[in-house]
């Protein structure tokens, strides 16, 4: 904590919004639940956002034992979304990317998200909308969110 007082205010509208932006991600998340399980959006995302992972990597990032991110990802791969490949560098490893079909699915759910968001965003007034990005953007960044693409924080509330 910075020692800084923030005003109830403050934080009461970024509780609203956050509401808000929780229903959007739920409701993306009620379209896939047939399609793919938290854990397996995770994944997508984490290799979506950061390239090819190690099967380490992955249980790193999901918080679990290795036999479970295999399961995990071996799911995916039966579904078509991710494979696995030889790690040029290291041949012990093996790497999970997305596939095409993988790419399209993980598009498609933030296409989704982002028309979601604009339709919202388009409800506000012009003039309120004009500092919308500067104060998400550093909110965001406060956060330790890097890029706008940067997907895994933003699929991580369990995703």
């Known amino acids: 904590m910075t020692g800084h007082r923030v005003p109830d205010g403050e934080i009461d509208a970024m509780m609203r919004a956050s509401r808000v932006l929780i229903a959007v991600v739920a409701k993306s998340l009620a379209e896939i639940e047939d399609v793919v399980s ?3 959006l995770r994944v997508l995302a984490l290799i979506a956002s950061r390239g090819a992972q190690t099967l380490g990597a992955v249980a ?3 918080g679990v034992h290795a036999s479970n991110a ?4 071996d799911r995916l791969v039966a579904s078509g979304l991710i494979e696995r490949s030889e790690n040029p ?9 997305l596939t095409d079909a993988g790419t399209r699915f993980v598009a498609d759910l933030m296409a989704y998200r982002r ?3 604009a339709e919202i965003i388009g409800r506000m ?8 990005q500067t104060v998400m953007g550093s909110f ?5 969110e890097g890029s706008q693409e940067a997907l895994p924080a933003v699929l ?4």
């Open 60 to 62: 790193d990032d999901l």
């Open 125 to 132: 007034p012009a003039q309120d909308r004009q500092g919308l």
């Open 38 to 40: 938290p854990a397996q």
């Open 70 to 73: 295999t399961r995990t990802c």
């Open 156 to 159: 991580g509330l369990g995703f």
């Open 140 to 144: 965001a960044e406060a956060a330790g």
């Open 89 to 97: 560098s290291d041949r012990r490893f093996l790497q999970l990317r």
């Open 115 to 117: 028309t979601a968001l």
